[in-house]
């Protein structure tokens, strides 16, 4: 295939949501000095973006330091700009990747505290996007939200203007979701928190992204991987994971790969749809500790809801540039049944927004809504560890257009769902001993 026919392949879901794709001739140059490349915010932040970008455009120049990767990322005494070099082909391996420093054309994406008259920071749970220097105070514990979430808004600003300039200024927290920074000590996380067995049902985009992320945070969970579907190029621009060697493998197959050069142990693949697997019909009481359900096919919210599920966190993307992340927590929160009901093609939409084009149905969305989504559910999931969970509403959504604006609207339970109908007894019996069980009524 000619790097001409790869890269519309790889592209068309992009094109077929938005129309276009960022210029391949503009170069979009990674920028951070020593320090905030030597730091874990900056490294996040640098990961993301690069790894963002070189599956928007094969154009990205590296203005960045050899340096070690420090812990707790998973590349830990690697040399971060090799290792983000390898990355880029691995994912592109048509792309123009190299490192050089910035030059006239260059579309100026600079990482860090100040230096810039724009600049991109992140730490802990906070955002910001805006002229120097960056108002953020430096976060004591390692959180890759603040910092990940800096890259992905970036690179959705960049797509907006279609690598135009722009004065948009963006504040955000990955906490509570408000448009200002926080500062309190009790929100930090702790070091490799633990998250127990989750239980990863669809692996595909979002589902990706949400594993992706919370690696940057911990090697504290185990997971089961259930999808049928195998990878294909077009599902390279949204997955921070899956790279060009994995098309035509199984995407639990590719996962758990990626997942194992991370250096997580634990992880089991089911390489069926939920209704087919005999793991999910024999599952037993206290178990997963938790559920993504990032599935969207052979109505797998009601196979999920009638087996008396734990508490469930995932991330959606939408069509009109915007992601969200979504709690379900039994006993307390609508189910998921109640945001998507039961239909006949099972439509729900989870991973991706829907096209229509020539009669074709088709799932779409920008690569940065993917990203998004599994960053703001990982930072909910992430959450579970701290005293007081939650600290939002069951539904958090992000909007990207006409500017970078967040909506916390809970879900409203639905008239004649089945949540309204199956044993509380049974529901509490189920989830007793899991590991966040506690946090439920």
């Known amino acids: 295939m000619s790097d001409q026919g790869w890269h519309a392949d790889r592209d068309s879901r992009t094109l077929r949501y938005a129309g276009r794709v960022l210029d391949p001739e503009r170069w979009i140059l990674l920028r951070a000095d020593e320090a905030h490349a030597s730091s874990y915010d900056g490294q996040v932040a640098i990961l993301t973006a690069a790894n963002l970008f070189s599956r928007m455009t094969p154009a990205v120049v590296l203005d960045i330091p050899s340096v070690p990767i420090v812990a707790p990322l998973p590349w830990a005494g690697l040399d971060l700009q090799d290792h983000i070099l390898k990355m880029m082909y691995r994912a592109d391996p048509y792309g123009r990747f190299e490192c050089r420093p910035h030059r006239g054309q260059d579309y100026l994406v600079h990482l860090g505290t100040n230096g810039a008259e724009r600049i991109v920071h992140g730490t802990g749970w906070n955002t910001y996007i805006g002229p120097g220097p960056s108002p953020l105070r430096q976060a004591a514990a390692p959180n890759p939200i603040g910092p990940a979430m800096a890259a992905i808004l970036v690179a959705a600003v960049a797509f907006?203007?279609?690598?135009?300039?722009?004065?948009?200024?963006?504040?955000?927290?990955?906490?509570?979701?408000?448009?200002?920074?926080?500062?309190?000590?009790?929100?930090?996380?702790?070091?490799?928190?633990?998250?127990?067995?989750?239980?990863?049902?669809?692996?595909?985009?979002?589902?990706?992204?949400?594993?992706?992320?919370?690696?940057?945070?911990?090697?504290?969970?185990?997971?089961?991987?259930?999808?049928?579907?195998?990878?294909?190029?077009h599902n390279l621009d949204r997955s921070p994971i899956f790279v060009d060697g994995h098309v035509g493998s199984p995407k639990v197959e590719a996962t758990a790969s990626w997942l194992a050069q991370c250096g997580l142990m634990g992880v089991r693949q089911e390489p069926c749809s939920l209704d087919d697997s005999t793991l999910w019909k024999s599952r037993e009481a206290g178990t997963p500790d938790l559920v993504i359900a990032t599935a969207n096919e052979r109505n797998v919210r009601s196979v999920i809801e009638?087996?008396?599920?734990?508490?469930?966190?995932?991330?959606?993307?939408?069509?009109?540039?915007?992601?969200?992340?979504?709690?379900?927590?039994?006993?307390?929160?609508?189910?998921?049944?109640?945001?998507?009901?039961?239909?006949?093609?099972?439509?729900?939409?989870?991973?991706?927004?829907?096209?229509?084009?020539?009669?074709?149905?088709?799932?779409?969305?920008?690569?940065?809504?993917?990203?998004?989504?599994?960053?703001?559910?990982?930072?909910?999931?992430?959450?579970?560890?701290?005293?007081?969970?939650?600290?939002?509403?069951?539904?958090?959504?992000?909007?990207?257009?006409?500017?970078?604006?967040?909506?916390?609207?809970?879900?409203?339970?639905?008239?004649?769902?089945?949540?309204?109908?199956?044993?509380?007894?049974?529901?509490?019996?189920?989830?007793?001993?899991?590991?966040?069980?506690?946090?439920?009524?």
């Open 160 to 233: 907006r203007t279609n690598l135009d300039s722009y004065s948009e200024t963006v504040q955000l927290n990955g906490f509570d979701w408000e448009h200002s920074s926080i500062d309190a000590r009790s929100t930090e996380l702790l070091v490799d928190p633990e998250l127990g067995n989750i239980w990863t049902v669809g692996t595909g985009s979002v589902g990706t992204a949400i594993l992706y992320f919370l690696t940057l945070a911990t090697h504290g969970f185990s997971t089961v991987l259930f999808d049928m579907d195998r990878v294909k190029i």
């Open 306 to 441: 009638t087996a008396f599920p734990p508490i469930q966190i995932y991330g959606t993307t939408g069509s009109n540039w915007q992601a969200a992340a979504i709690r379900h927590a039994p006993l307390t929160d609508p189910c998921s049944c109640c945001l998507f009901p039961e239909t006949d093609h099972a439509g729900t939409e989870c991973a991706t927004g829907e096209v229509t084009r020539k009669h074709e149905r088709v799932d779409a969305a920008l690569p940065f809504l993917s990203f998004a989504a599994g960053a703001m559910a990982a930072a909910e999931i992430l959450k579970l560890t701290l005293r007081g969970f939650p600290f939002s509403p069951n539904r958090v959504v992000l909007y990207t257009q006409p500017v970078v604006r967040v909506a916390k609207v809970s879900l409203a339970q639905r008239e004649g769902c089945i949540c309204q109908h199956r044993s509380m007894e049974v529901h509490r019996q189920m989830i007793a001993g899991s590991r966040f069980a506690q946090l439920l009524p």
